[in-house]
């Protein structure tokens, strides 16, 4: 069992910046993609940024530019940079990881974090 834990959201002004860290404790091989989606009031959750073992990112076009995932494997933690930001940032942010039990387990199992809320005023 993989337990993520996101810390680091808060209330920033238009333009602020916040940076969203996300630990993940636990007995596991090894950790393939680390990502982090947010969900607004009423909107479904989304993509945000995603990164993989190799540290191959991904972005949603509306964070280009603006926002930097990074991980480190040895300590099995992924942060998301957020600068620029504005008020459809305003989201509630989960951190995921797709991990692999075992040395040759053909499956990854997808776990979630709880959320981070992010506040982003005009």
């Known amino acids: 069992q993989v337990q993520l834990v996101e810390s680091g959201g808060g209330l920033v002004q238009l333009g602020g910046f916040l940076r969203l860290s996300c630990a993940a404790p636990g007995n596991f091989f090894s950790i393939n993609t680390l990502g982090w989606y947010r969900k607004a009031p009423g909107n479904q959750r989304e993509l945000v940024a995603t990164?993989?073992?190799?540290?191959?990112?991904n972005y949603a076009e509306s964070v280009k530019g603006r926002f930097t995932i990074s991980r480190d494997n040895a300590q099995n933690t992924v942060n998301l940079q957020m600068n620029s930001l504005k008020p459809a940032d305003t989201a509630l942010y989960f951190c995921?990881?797709?991990?692999?039990?075992?040395?040759?387990?053909?499956?990854?199992?997808?776990?979630w974090g709880q959320g981070t809320q992010v506040t982003v005023s005009s």
């Open positions: 990164v993989t073992a190799g540290r191959l990112t």
């Open positions: 995921n990881a797709d991990v692999r039990s075992y040395r040759g387990a053909s499956m990854l199992y997808r776990y």
